[in-house]
């Protein structure tokens, strides 16, 4: 099959790829849309040392279940990322995404989405409904990321809340946030990201003309940068929250001292739930399609990577039904 290998160095795009075998209760599953993650690029630069398929954000259809769920065979999906070892305390608690022996699609031990097929456990799979296009459905993952934020911190709708960088996954957690009717603001620094977001109705603002109050209830860190945090903290109010949403490769020092003082609470936040993310994506709740730079085939794979490494872009998908 073909596929894009990271082999620790370099990006490989193979040909002649095996296709993954299933596993008993894993399924097979032909991709048909996937989407570049700023943890793909992360990974090309060495965070989390992985080697293999890289991908976790896609869009698929089954085409083999090993196992008992032979109702799956033909729906399309999309799939939870982290795979637990169902055993451990992590795993019987509900937390399979901190099983500390998980393995991970495209980030941890198990390949990933760019690739024709990929395979993964059958109860981490969700069946897409009709009225979300594959499109829209490619975005799943991401967006239940911003959405674990409203499970982790209760928004009033008197806060205010600052979301930090306007990438993708800033963008998706303004819009999503704004759900909740608080007073939000996300700030970033190319304006035609930022309009994406404004019109939906979210407030924005260039980061250069921000000055450092610390007013804000709720600050977001999605900057994608190592010295987020350190600027999240120039803005977020005494005994307010920091979110951090940001994974890098490189380090940053930084002086906690600030949140020691102010009394700051620091949440790390990571994927979020799937079912949640499917019903705002059925119910047309926010619009996810203008933040598609470009779609490119295989052939194209190169010219993808190349887009996404750009800073005035957003998501860029990988088309497996490409010839």
């Known amino acids: ?62 085409e083999k279940v090993n196992g008992a769920a032979q109702h799956l065979v ?50 981490n799979l969700f069946h897409v409904p009709e009225n979300i296009r594959d499109e829209e459905a490619v975005f799943t993952e991401p967006l239940a990321a911003a959405l674990e934020i409203l499970d982790q911190v209760h928004i009033r709708p008197t806060d205010e ?58 600050v977001v860190e999605a900057t994608g940068s190592p010295d987020g945090l350190s600027m999240a903290l120039r803005h977020v109010k005494p005994r307010g929250t920091v979110v951090l949403k940001s994974t890098v490769a490189a380090g940053a020092e930084i002086n906690l001292a600030p949140a020691v003082i102010d009394e700051v609470h620091l949440i790390g936040s990571r994927c979020g739930p799937f079912e949640p993310s499917l019903r705002v994506l059925s119910g047309k709740l926010i619009q996810v399609e203008p933040l598609i730079s470009g779609i490119f085939g295989f052939p194209g794979a190169g010219d993808a990577f190349d ?15 490409r010839l």
């Open 1 to 62: 099959m073909r596929a894009i290998l990271f082999d620790g160095k370099d990006l490989e795009f193979l040909t002649d790829y095996p296709i993954p075998v299933p596993e008993v209760n894993e399924a097979l599953i032909r991709v048909r849309l996937a989407g570049i993650c700023n943890t793909d690029l992360e990974i090309i630069k060495g965070y989390q040392g992985y080697t293999g398929v890289l991908g976790h954000e896609f869009v698929g259809v089954v």
């Open 74 to 123: 033909g729906k399309r999906v999309v799939g939870e990322i982290n795979c637990g070892c169902g055993t451990c305390d992590s795993c019987r608690a509900g937390l399979e995404r901190h099983c500390p022996s998980r393995l991970t699609l495209g980030i941890r031990g198990k390949d990933g989405a760019f690739a024709e097929y990929l395979t993964l456990p059958v109860n």
């Open 161 to 218: 809340v600052l979301v930090m960088g306007d990438g993708k996954l800033g963008i998706l957690i303004a819009l999503t946030l704004s759900l909740s009717r608080a007073h939000l603001l996300l700030a970033g620094k190319h304006r035609e990201k930022l309009r994406v977001a404004n019109d939906q109705g979210v407030a924005t603002a260039g980061v250069t003309d921000m000055k450092a109050h610390k007013s804000y209830d709720i």
């Open 307 to 321: 887009m996404a490494r750009r800073k005035d872009s957003l998501k860029v998908l990988l088309d497996f039904m």
